[in-house]
């Protein structure tokens, strides 16, 4: 037994070895994916996806999709992205925030795509432009927002469409407003109660392995991965707990609106 | 078959007509020296280049091209880098032993590369055991190695030490084995006989059947572990050991463990195509006196030079596409494969000599 297996590796193994050889033969020939970079500026191919420079597209009509939220100004963990913005008055006399410059400095971007993954309105992106290197520091301080250059103007969608059903509801609210309104407070109720409940469970699951986090951690109080987890899960049970108190009150105040 | 030796006793004749006989030797000491250093010097930094390119062909790559075409002064400009760098002596080493250790790897692997067969009449050491004296004179730069790993007083440096001496001392087992296994075939252990009998009658590895191509696969993979070479490069193991037995060198004193790396593996190859593929003899087959006289025109160190370089084809292709070994897998594969397998390829060619089956 012993010797036939003695064999079998020694063959086994000198099959394997070939394999690995036959490999490595064929690789020698293939193609190589070097590429000589500042010689063939021109063609070189960049991956769509790699992360050169942070752009904002601009339509044919100079406009970009930034509401100056600056969403990913706060996302930002290198304090990359300044959103400068103002206060105007819409046409229809509403205020609204408005993109004044966009300032990206390149020398501090670590290319985590953090922002890009938050804004809202996909207004940012990379772009694969890899020739970042320039000559002075401020030249890293890009304008991404071009001159003169303004944010979409959306189609008024729901906004136009939710006037429309009401509309058509209307109707029916006329005809019975009381037993209308009774209903909607109703069905109010009932959704709260039931909101109020799932969140109850939520709130003792969470406690549950909040426990059970706390008994492991305890029993090893040296691993602090094990403390963190408990940490974790403690903060949870109290923010899920305080979240179904809240929806209990909720569900009691409609269900008094009912009655 | 251009004979070398006509111009080496022609030299030696014109310069005993000028001087007396002990300048002679000595003039043509310096000279021989002088010979070989260059051929090493080159011959490290062809091994180098050959084996960046190499590499970077298996991984994908295109490997060095920015210095010189296709990166040809690449090399030049590491030698140079490496000769002008700062020599650090440590605190708390073994001075004397430290400075010793490279010269004692690099006059081994010297002197091993003096007996390589260049030519018909080119050779630089020759005697009835040259075999012999080729294992011998190989040993000493296991003890280069183990004092190195001694002198540096460094835990890498000792461990990478240590496994070399376990690993070349039981690879030499088998280099041995096979090399007595080829000299049954010989039937002599000059090289210059071994290559004049292939110049005559055909290679040995075809005229020794089976046996004798099993014995070249022994001999280089035995050859590979005592270069230190991947996938038995765990005496400096980089990703364990930092460098292993050379962690504390630096400069020249590197530098001359890198050449005798290479080097070695030159050898290694060199030792391989002059046993196995008939060193500078050509490539006959007897009865075909036309084609053999074709063969016979392109001058032996081509030939030479063009075997070496297909073993070292083979040996870094092999080197290129096995991992790292660990010491017991090492120590197992010696043990309990290569030496019952060239034991038993001693016996086989024993047999197959006395009874005449061999060309
Ligand atoms: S990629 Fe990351 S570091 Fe760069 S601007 Fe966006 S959030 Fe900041
Ligand atoms: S780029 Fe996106 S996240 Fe940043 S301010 Fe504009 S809309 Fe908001």
């Not at chain 2, 391989?272 to 053999?292: K, M």
């Not at chain 2, 991992?323 to 494969?337: A, M, N, V």
């Amino acid at each position: 037994m012993a010797n036939t297996s003695y064999f079998a590796g020694l063959i086994g193994g000198i099959k394997s070895l070939c394999t690995g050889l036959g490999v490595t033969f064929r690789e020698l020939w293939t193609p190589k994916i070097t590429e000589r970079y500042p010689e063939n500026r021109k063609e070189n191919h960049i991956p769509e996806r790699f992360r050169g420079t942070l752009v904002m597209p601009h339509n044919e009509n100079n406009e970009h999709k930034c509401i100056g939220c600056g969403i990913c100004q706060m996302q930002c963990p290198n304090g990359t992205i300044k959103v400068e913005t103002k206060m105007v008055e819409t046409a229809d006399g509403k205020k609204k925030k408005q993109l004044v410059r966009y300032v990206y400095d390149h020398g501090c971007c670590m290319y985590c795509m953090l922002c890009t993954r938050a804004c809202p309105q996909g207004a940012i992106e990379f772009s694969p432009e890899y020739e970042g290197a320039v000559f002075a520091r401020e030249s890293l301080f890009k304008v991404l927002n071009q001159p003169g250059s303004k944010c979409v103007e959306k189609p008024a969608r729901p906004a136009a469409a939710k006037p429309a059903a009401a509309t058509e509801g209307a109707k029916p609210a006329v005809a019975q407003p009381q037993t209308a309104d009774a209903d909607a407070a109703k069905a109010k109720a009932e959704k709260m109660a039931a909101a109020a409940k799932k969140a109850a469970e939520n709130a003792a699951a969470a406690r549950a392995a909040a426990n059970e986090a706390k008994a492991a951690a305890e029993a090893n109080a040296a691993d602090t991965a094990l403390q963190e987890a408990w940490k974790e899960a403690e903060a949870k049970a109290l923010k899920l707990e305080t979240a179904a108190k809240n929806f209990a009150q909720k569900a009691a105040e409609a269900a008094a609106d009912v009655k | 078959m251009f004979d070398f030796s006509v111009f080496t006793s022609w030299l030696d004749a014109a310069l005993l007509s000028v001087m007396p006989g002990w300048l002679t030797i000595l003039v043509e000491c310096v000279l021989v020296a002088l010979g070989i250093i260059t051929l090493y010097a080159i011959f490290a930094m062809v091994m180098i280049y050959v084996e960046r390119k190499f590499c970077a062909f298996v991984q994908c790559r295109l490997g060095p091209d920015r210095v010189g075409p296709w990166g040809t002064i690449q090399v030049v400009c590491d030698v140079l880098k490496m000769l002008t760098k700062e020599i650090v002596s440590l605190r708390k080493t073994d001075r004397f032993l430290h400075a010793l250790a490279p010269f004692l790897v690099v006059t081994a692997s010297m002197t091993t590369f003096a007996c390589l067969p260049w030519n018909k009449g080119a050779q630089i050491l020759d005697f009835n055991v040259g075999v012999f004296f080729f294992l011998a004179i190989g040993s000493i730069g296991v003890v280069g190695i183990l004092l190195a790993g001694w002198s540096a007083n460094n835990k890498y440096s000792l461990i990478g030490a240590m496994r070399a001496g376990a690993q070349i001392i039981s690879y030499e087992l088998s280099i041995g084995m096979v090399m007595l296994t080829m000299i049954c075939l010989t039937g002599t252990m000059s090289f210059s006989e071994i290559c004049q009998n292939q110049a005559e009658g055909g290679w040995y590895i075809f005229r020794g059947h089976f046996v004798a191509l099993a014995a070249f696969i022994v001999y280089l993979i035995a050859g590979n572990a005592e270069c230190n070479r991947g996938p038995f490069d765990l005496p400096e193991s980089e990703s364990e050991l930092t460098a292993g037995y050379h962690t504390e060198y630096s400069g020249m004193d590197f530098g001359f463990y890198y050449l005798a790396e290479y080097l070695n593996l030159f050898i290694c190859a060199g030792m391989a195509s002059t046993i196995f593929l008939g060193g500078w003899a050509p490539f006959v087959i007897p009865g075909l006196d036309g084609f053999n006289e074709v063969m016979a025109i392109i001058p032996g160190f081509v030939w030479f030079l063009v075997k070496v370089f297909f073993v070292l084809f083979l040996l870094l292709w092999e080197r290129w596409t096995f991992p790292r070994l660990r010491i017991d897998q090492i120590l197992t594969l010696e043990w309990k494969y290569l030496i019952p397998i060239s034991m038993l390829l001693l016996v086989l060619m024993a047999l197959c000599v006395s009874l005449g089956l061999t060309f």
